[in-house]
Structures are given as structure tokens and as C-alpha cells.
Nanobody, 120 residues
Framework: QVQLVESGGGLVQAGGSLRLSCAAS??????MGWFRQAPGKEREFVAA????????LYADSAKGRFTISRDNAKNTVYLQMNSLKPEDTAVYYC???????????????WGQGTQVTVSS
């Protein structure tokens, strides 16, 4: 089974940037997505990208600030996050699934998550 491992989280000041990575243990032809969950809140969709990279989907909160990309030769998907805000603080999860979807039910493999904390 393909496993997903996130990295790149950390503590950053508001207005700063982080790049998250999600490495798959094997080749995956799936759509890859990023979700996040803040304390006391439900998991929410952030962004997703199809295998070819030719189509992506963003939550309104991510548009204009976050960019999802993938390097299929490295089996890795990235989330470049700029202009970070305290409300972006959450555990960020990557996931893989068969279709481009903004709902968690559209994904069948999940990573363990990486913490992103944005200080004001």
C-alpha cells in the first residue's frame, strides 16, 4: 500500500511562508489533496491537484495565497503557503484519491499530518 508522509510544517509569523511536502512511498496516479484541521474544528479542504497537474481546486480561503503542485518523478505533492494568517494554524494532512474532490470522502489514503502554527 502507498503511504503518505507529510513534512515542512512549523512555526511561522503572520505574513510568512511555508512549503509543505507530501511524499508517497510508491508511485501514485491519484489525485492528491491537502486538508487541514484546527483544534475544535472540523477537517476542511484546502487544495487538490490531478495526476497530470493540469487541473487543481482550491478552497476560497486558499485562493491567491496557496499553490498546490506535484512532481510525479519524486512521487511528491507540495503546498506552497504564502501570506500566512493565524487562522491558518492547523494540522495539515495530505490525501490521495481517485477523483478531484473537495470532500474528504473522495480520498482513500491519508497521511499522519504536519502541524502549522502561525503566530500573530
Amino acid at each position: 500500500q502507498v503511504q503518505l508522509v507529510e513534512s515542512g510544517g512549523g512555526l511561522v509569523q503572520a505574513g510568512g511562508s511555508l512549503r509543505l511536502s507530501c511524499a508517497a512511498s510508491g508511485r501514485t496516479f491519484s489525485t492528491m489533496g491537502w486538508f487541514r484541521q484546527a483544534p475544535g474544528k472540523e477537517r476542511e479542504f484546502v487544495a487538490a491537484i490531478i495526476y497530470s497537474g493540469g487541473r487543481s481546486l482550491y478552497a476560497d480561503s486558499a485562493k491567491g495565497r496557496f499553490t498546490i503542485s506535484r512532481d510525479n518523478a519524486k512521487n511528491t505533492v507540495y503546498l506552497q503557503m504564502n501570506s500566512l494568517k493565524p487562522e491558518d494554524t492547523a494540522v495539515y494532512y495530505c490525501a490521495s484519491g481517485p477523483i478531484l474532490s473537495a470532500t474528504g470522502g473522495g480520498y482513500d489514503r491519508w497521511g499522519q499530518g504536519t502541524q502549522v502554527t502561525v503566530s500573530s
